[in-house]
């Protein structure tokens, strides 16, 4: 048998960036009601983690922060974002990508800076169902998410101390050992 050329990935035509905001057709969709009846698991919507819950909860003041959702559907799924229970008009990058069984995966982040504290959610929206996750994110004045940092900076550097530790007896241990002991 001969060698066989490996195949690009993704596969041509397989994969799509796209804007969604005021100027793309997105405008016009909206959450579209769940087929009940003639369900297919294979083409059922379904967000992927991290959902936006996993996400940032606190961030700082006027600091850029990023959220992202993904998720599996049909051809037709695509995101809707929302900032306190209103679509957004910005543009939001949104990524699909045909998978080899049908299905496209789709991906969309959204980037921001906010004042005050936030709720967001992005809908995944199909044929065959919606599915949304949110977040209400809080804002840290600039003192407290010092303080924040700190703390986890001190837990972290911990942890590492301890791992440290633990190496060092495994070294020891490891020393001691003689080639006759076996």
């Known amino acids: 048998m001969g060698a066989s050329s490996p195949k690009p990935f993704p596969p041509p035509d397989s994969f799509s960036l796209s804007?969604?905001?005021?100027?793309?057709?997105?405008?016009?969709?909206?959450l579209w009601p769940a087929l009940v009846s003639?369900?297919?698991?294979?083409?059922?919507?379904t967000l992927l983690p991290p959902f936006l819950s996993e996400q940032a909860q606190q961030v700082q003041a006027l600091g850029t922060f990023h959220l992202f959702c993904q998720a599996t559907g049909p051809a037709d799924?695509?995101?809707?974002?929302?900032?306190?229970?209103?679509?957004?008009?910005?543009?939001?990058p949104m990524q699909?990508?045909?998978?080899?069984?049908?299905?496209?995966?789709v991906l969309s982040w959204l980037r921001d800076a906010i004042q005050e504290s936030t709720e967001y959610g992005c809908s995944v929206c199909s044929s065959?169902?919606?599915?949304?996750?949110?977040?209400?994110?809080?804002?840290?004045?600039?003192?407290?998410?010092?303080?924040?940092?700190?703390?986890?900076?001190a837990a972290w550097r911990a942890m590492v101390g301890e791992?440290?530790?633990?190496?060092?007896?495994?070294?020891?241990?490891?020393?001691?050992?003689?080639?006759?002991?076996f």
């Open 19 to 30: 804007c969604l905001g005021p100027d793309s057709s997105s405008s016009s969709w909206s």
């Open 96 to 105: 699909t990508h045909v998978l080899p069984d049908g299905r496209t995966h």
């Open 128 to 153: 065959t169902g919606n599915q949304t996750s949110k977040v209400r994110l809080a804002v840290m004045t600039h003192e407290a998410f010092q303080q924040k940092w700190n703390r986890e900076l």
């Open 77 to 92: 799924a695509h995101f809707i974002w929302e900032k306190n229970g209103r679509v957004l008009e910005t543009c939001v």
């Open 38 to 45: 003639g369900r297919n698991s294979r083409t059922q919507v």
């Open 163 to 181: 791992h440290d530790r633990l190496m060092q007896g495994w070294r020891k241990a490891w020393e001691s050992c003689s080639e006759d002991t």
